[in-house]
């Protein structure tokens, strides 16, 4: 491949992405159906022609879009978990991480998209309901090695605990986001810990 070639590989592999980019903020404000093809266009800068010449659907790039924000999403919430020993250390930090840290814009963008999905894009609910698994077995995996340490109570399963985690920090995100306040993210965390503490993490005899 000649350098002229390979450049203009790189600027079309630019634009491609500055497309996701924008679109995942687009779609994640304005929801799959309010927002169009046009908005992202205006948004991005670029011409109408270089969009189609990378995205052949709206749902193509919406998919895509989706990936990116709840990639970026993920990062966050995860961040740093991977450095703590402790089973229930992690899963503490992980609801610190997801209280705490800056959403990406627009909300969470499991919620957003999901709400999308229940108007019959197929395409977009399995994407939805990929991610939605992905987390629940990440804190699933998180409670298991804990057991397997002797951390965390053995007769707990820990699907039910990831389950429990994820509906009362993402009703409590819908409740924040109604009340324009952070008060219900902060309950959330409380009862979470306190659950962690007494209901999850392994008490010995002393």
């Given at each position: 491949?000649?350098?002229?070639?390979k450049?203009?590989?790189?600027?079309?592999?630019?634009?491609?992405q500055?497309?996701?980019?924008?679109?995942?903020?687009?779609?994640?404000?304005?929801?799959?159906?309010?927002?169009?093809?046009?908005?992202?266009?205006?948004?991005?800068?670029?011409?109408?022609?270089?969009?189609?010449?990378?995205?052949?659907?709206?749902?193509e790039?919406?998919?895509?879009?989706?990936?990116y924000?709840?990639?970026?999403?993920?990062?966050?919430?995860?961040?740093?978990?991977?450095?703590?020993?402790?089973?229930?250390?992690?899963?503490?930090?992980?609801?610190d991480?997801?209280?705490?840290?800056?959403?990406?814009?627009?909300?969470c963008p499991?919620?957003?998209?999901?709400?999308?999905?229940d108007?019959?894009?197929?395409?977009?609910?399995?994407?939805?309901?990929?991610?939605?698994?992905?987390?629940?077995?990440?804190?699933?995996?998180?409670?298991?090695?804990?057991?397997?340490?002797?951390?965390?109570?053995?007769?707990?399963?820990?699907?039910?605990?990831?389950?429990?985690?994820?509906?009362?920090?993402?009703?409590?995100?819908?409740?924040?986001?109604?009340n324009?306040?952070?008060?219900?993210?902060?309950?959330?965390?409380?009862?979470?810990?306190?659950?962690?503490?007494?209901?999850?993490?392994l008490?010995?005899?002393?």
């Open positions: 491949m000649t350098t002229k070639a450049a203009a590989g790189t600027k079309g592999e630019r634009s491609r500055k497309i996701v980019e924008t679109a995942a903020v687009l779609f994640n404000q304005k929801g799959f159906t309010g927002c169009s093809m046009g908005d992202i266009v205006a948004a991005s800068g670029l011409e109408k022609g270089t969009l189609y010449g990378h995205f052949s659907t709206k749902e790039l919406a998919l895509l879009a989706f990936d924000a709840w990639k970026d999403t993920s990062d966050k919430r995860l961040r740093h978990v991977d450095t703590v020993s402790n089973a229930v250390g992690k899963l503490k930090l992980h609801l991480n997801y209280v705490n840290t800056p959403s990406f814009p627009g909300g499991l919620l957003n998209f999901a709400v999308d999905a108007d019959g894009n197929i395409a977009l609910r399995a994407r939805v309901r990929k991610a939605l698994k992905g987390w629940e077995d990440f804190l699933a995996k998180i409670v298991e090695d804990g057991q397997s340490a002797g951390e965390i109570n053995p007769e707990i399963d820990p699907h039910s605990v990831a389950n429990l985690v994820i509906s009362i920090l993402e009703g409590a995100t819908v409740l924040a986001r109604i324009k306040r952070s008060t219900a993210l902060e309950d959330a965390q409380r009862h979470l810990n306190l659950y962690l503490e007494t209901a999850v993490r008490r010995t005899n002393p």
